[in-house]
């Protein structure tokens, strides 16, 4: 097991305004493993994914707290926590098949899809009435140098 | 964000710049749904270069502006699209389904 190198965790409310917040200080926080361009952008985006459902499912008729914490591991591993206590997702399975959607015509159905893509693991649990966590890892390339 | 058009002949092209996600995805709907309406007919150009960030949000937003120009038979062109929103495009194989013209 490879120990944490550093962490952190924010927590803030379920507005749609908060997505950039959450994202841009995630990949903050990260870029002190310096990451590649593409690395930090495909953290970026599925930290930007998961938060969204949380504001557009977990919280659909209201406003909740979303916490996102953020583990730095020795050799370059990167792990990220989104909770919610929301509404949880009913149908984890059918919730992250591609295209499936219960959002409206901003939404595409392709969250999951995008979070799985881009990095290199992805975790959901949920209960019904206590809400959700999303867990994702990615192991950044090693750099000519080291890290 | 920031949204603009203009008419170039009888192209319409849109330019979103900034970031696309889920915070700017309704205004950008209506914003485009205002422009059609405007301008009903001729071939629409959705110019990305000026994008710094999107996510699935637009996914949804270039599908419904596939969907409303399709069924007024008109065609649509994305250009310009940076690595980053490229890459969310085809991990959905948008490709397959919209024209992107690569490069400037």
Do not use: W
């Not at chain 1, 995630?26 to 998961?50: G, R």
């Not at chain 2, 914003?31 to 270069?49: K, W």
């Not at chain 2, 065609?75 to 699209?81: A, D, I, K």
């Amino acid at each position: 097991m490879q120990n944490v190198q550093n962490m952190m965790s924010i927590k803030f409310e379920s507005r749609s305004v908060n997505e950039g917040f959450a994202r841009q200080t995630v990949a903050a926080f990260v870029a002190q493993l310096d990451p590649t361009i593409d690395e930090l952008n495909d953290i970026k985006t599925a930290v930007s994914e998961a938060v969204t459902n949380s504001i557009v499912h977990a919280y659909a008729d209201k406003l909740g707290y979303i916490t996102v914490s953020v583990k730095l591991f020795e050799g370059g591993r990167v792990e990220i926590k989104v909770k919610d206590t929301g509404c949880g997702i009913p149908d984890v399975a059918k919730a992250r098949e591609p295209m499936f959607t219960t959002g409206d015509d901003t939404r595409s159905g392709m969250g999951f899809t995008i979070m799985e893509s881009f990095m290199d693991k992805l975790r959901v649990r949920s209960s019904a009435g206590r809400g959700t966590v999303v867990t994702m890892a990615k192991s950044l390339a090693l750099r000519a140098g080291g890290r | 964000m920031k949204i603009t058009h203009q008419r170039t002949g009888d192209t319409l092209v849109i330019a979103v710049a900034d970031e696309l996600g889920h915070h700017e995805a309704r205004e950008i709907i209506d914003y485009m749904g205002t422009v059609l309406a405007l301008y009903p007919a001729g071939p629409v150009v959705l110019d990305l270069s000026a994008l710094k960030f999107m996510d699935s949000s637009g996914l949804a937003v270039v599908l419904n502006l596939h969907r409303a120009l399709l069924r007024a038979g008109r065609s649509l062109c994305v250009r310009g699209t940076p690595p980053q929103a490229m890459r969310v495009f085809q991990a959905a194989n948008l490709p397959h389904i919209v024209t992107f013209e690569m490069g400037e």
